[in-house]
């Protein structure tokens, strides 16, 4: 069955640097999410993206976020300058189209900014 | 915020049916009901979607009420790993990108 991957599973970096977090959707899906947990509180929505462009975001999504699809495959999260409040997990998800649609999870990457 | 009111936690014993009820009292007549379970540490996991008629598939069974006012997430025989958190979401097709997670039910399975 097909299904989203992360990687990596965990990284540790130090406050003001940058982070890439790597996700690979469901090869026919064409909508794409990133979302974040932190520790013990809820899943929260960060940011949608459709034919190479983002298509909703939340207030979470400064300007220190960006994401990109950088080939047929390959879904990014980059936080330029990493603050200590960015510690998470981070869950890329993916769905064929909008809405009705189901969007499937990754096991997500779990970031810890020291 | 969520759309949705679930009890904070349940107990079910092992081999039993889990029934996890929600309260949607404000849902439109195009939004449908969704549910998802997260497993400690992991992704969020789809397991059932309705719009207003009972739905059934090899994970669960979703049962909403004729006014649509509230549903109940079926897990017919629980095992010791469906031990999680359970989310009831209100989506509009074609509407809504994203997924609006409320705190959920954290189903305990008792062996």
């Known amino acids: 069955e097909p299904e989203v991957t992360q990687t990596p599973s965990h990284q540790v970096t130090q406050m003001g640097q940058e982070v890439i977090l790597r996700c690979v959707p469901i090869?026919?899906?064409?909508?794409f999410y990133w979302y974040r947990q932190i520790l013990g509180q809820k899943v929260e929505f960060l940011v949608s993206?459709?034919?190479?462009?983002?298509?909703?975001k939340s207030e979470i999504f400064d300007d220190q976020f960006s994401v990109e699809r950088p080939d047929g495959s390959n879904f990014t999260l980059k936080i330029r300058s990493t603050k200590l409040e960015d510690s998470a997990m981070y869950f890329c998800?993916?769905?064929?189209?909008?809405?009705?649609?189901?969007?499937?999870f990754g096991p997500g990457t779990r970031l810890l900014v020291l | 915020d969520a759309k949705t009111t679930q009890p904070t936690s349940m107990d079910c014993a092992e081999g039993r049916a889990a029934n996890l009820p929600c309260n949607h009292s404000?849902?439109?007549?195009?939004?449908?009901v969704y549910w998802y379970r997260q497993i400690h540490s992991q992704g969020p996991q789809y397991i059932i979607h309705?719009?207003?008629n009972n739905e059934t598939n090899e994970m669960a069974s979703l049962i909403i009420t004729e006014d649509r006012k509230s549903s109940t997430l079926i897990l017919p025989h629980a095992t010791l790993r469906d031990t999680a958190v359970y989310y009831c979401?209100?989506?509009?097709?074609?509407?809504?990108?994203?997924?609006?997670f409320g705190k959920g039910t954290r189903l305990h399975i008792l062996p």
């Open positions: 998800a993916s769905s064929h189209d909008r809405g009705r649609e189901t969007q499937y």
């Open positions: 090869s026919n899906h064409l909508y």
């Open positions: 993206f459709y034919n190479n462009e983002i298509s909703e």
């Open positions: 404000t849902i439109s007549g195009n939004e449908y």
């Open positions: 309705g719009l207003k």
């Open positions: 979401i209100v989506r509009a097709p074609n509407r809504d990108d994203k997924i609006i």
